[in-house]
């Protein structure tokens, strides 16, 4: 596909379906498919620190949470309608995240994901906590009025208004970041996801992009937390247990590293496994969960090994291995740019 | 006063079972330097069996040995069917396969044994009360099983042949294995010690926190901050960091935080911990070539 036509043509479509599909779809499944871009977008913000800054954490779920709590406060005071509070949103979350990086990122990998994963369970504890009760209404959560199309859009209904809204957010978000990745941020986070050392003797200062990668990942996941929030306009302290966290981390494993396409697919089948599973008996959406974790790891390696050998058989001379050329020349170009 | 000491003497016996489950993660880490976020569960299941055992009518000794020695079993599997093929793979597919078992041992937990809690009984409860009523005879039989696993334990990476070459394969498999270890063995033989070890902490927690899929979860944050706090390499540090954890919480929870924040403080402990001193109390430094 040629350069244009990638960048132009393609979000257009995209705007084109979406606003097709909140004019035409009923209500259950325009909620459904706004809830499905807001998990594809959290699954791109952890996808985001796993795959580019190298960076484990089992415990976005809470990033999730503080995000879902910053829209919830802001409306309930009626300070911001629903659909504008995830600027807000993903300032306190990129704050929160750069907060818990900066010291985080002088943990090597198996206790970043201890940390991280202790914060998971931690924090709807505090959530609940009687000295937060004013702002975040304790066990009970807060309950917003549901809300609608503003002003001169109100023949909409209000989900179709919510999914017009929430896919304007995650594709801006989306393209955010795909300018973020092409950058220098980008490569620096590449240089050092694959060799903290020789980023740091290139000059990549890596303390500071590391830190930059958690409250940028934070930041996102924040905003689909605040997504959520206006969609539901319900939060609840048990709505973020670590289960969300590690269903993130599902995503992830199903999603790859780098793929934003993935994202989409890991959140459709998020959204609807657990619907179908829970049918049959409530424990099984964990075991299909953990066989997709282990399938990620275990088998899309060969099934990668055996394409390579497919295309290697159809075309005799062998050609160089692509994606140790482009990392190669990442590599280059990073160390030019810093 | 009456009221401290019995707040000291109940994070005395929970301070020994996230030093149980700490030792365990110690002997995995010292073993392949991976840290199990499973092992809250393999516990969990490990006690469902002896729990199923007792429900069919066998002495709670020997429901008790069989249990353990599933955890053994299940330990040495783990090792061979889930992280042998994983050599040398990146961290990020190591811990993704320890979440994904996190998972999957929980879910097979309820698909099997149901979500009801059960009370499990204490083998201990014969012995009475001890120290003017302070103690009561499972918190005593607690503190000694504690005492004993923990003394084997450093006797056999002492003085073992065993034990040596687990800690050789640990430090550098490629010159123990010329030198004539066998590393894949001592591999499978330490994650089974520490199968074994989980689910001895498993029949000491079910008396007091009720068997169930879930049980884990709190009790298991509180092992791995234990084995931060006391050094992730260190069987005696875990000890030392799952009674000061104990202690240390049933005390903030008494008198100056509540309850509700019990895994809070765990949280903040072991971030305090990792930033200002990642090695722990009485870890080793770790050194990397680079």
Known sequence: MSEPIKTFAVPALLAAGVAAAALLLPGYWAFKLSSILVLALAVRGLQLLIGASGQISLGHGAFFAVGAYAAGVLVSHQWLPAYATVPVAMLVCGLSGFLFGWPATRLAGPYLALATFALAVALPQLLKHPMFESWTGGVSGLSLDPAGAPFGLAFLQADQWALLSTAAWVFAIYAVLRR??????GLAWLTLRDHPTAAMAVGV?????????FAVSAATVG?????????????SPDS????????LLVGVALAGPSSAAGTFVAAVFLS????????????LTGVLYGVVMLAAVFLLPLLHRWRARAARAASPPPAADPIINKEKSSNADAAQAT | MTEFAQQVAAGFVNGCIYAMLALALVMIYRATNHVNFAQGEMAMFSTYIAWSLLEAGLPYWAAALAAVAFGFVAGTLVERVALRPLHGAPLLSIVTVFVALMIIIQSAAGLVFGHESHSVASPFDGWGRWGQGLLSGHALGTVAVTLAVLASMSAFFRFTRL?????????????SSLSGV????????????????????????????FLGPHMMGGIMIYGFAAAVVGGIDSPPGAILGGLALGIGENLLGAYVTGNELKLTIALAVM???????????????????V
């Open chain 2, 182 to 209: 066998n590393v894949n063995r001592v591999l499978m033989i330490g994650w089974g010690v520490a199968g074994a070890i989980g689910a001895i902490a498993g029949l000491l927690a079910a008396p007091v926190v």
């Open chain 2, 163 to 175: 034990g040596l070459a687990m800690r050789a394969a640990a430090l550098n498999p490629l010159s």
């Open chain 2, 271 to 289: 971030f305090a911990i990792l930033v200002v001193r990642p090695r722990g109390l009485l870890g080793g430094k770790a050194i990397q070539r």
């Open chain 1, 240 to 247: 973020f247990t670590v289960f969300l966290s590690l269903s």
């Open chain 1, 272 to 283: 609807f496994v657990p619907d179908v599973a829970e049918k049959v008996s409530q424990e």
């Open chain 1, 205 to 213: 200062d890596v303390r500071k992009w590391r830190a930059t990668a």
């Open chain 1, 180 to 185: 973020l990745l092409d950058g220098p941020a």
């Open chain 1, 223 to 235: 905003a689909a937390g605040a997504l959520h929030t206006g969609l539901t306009s319900f939060v």
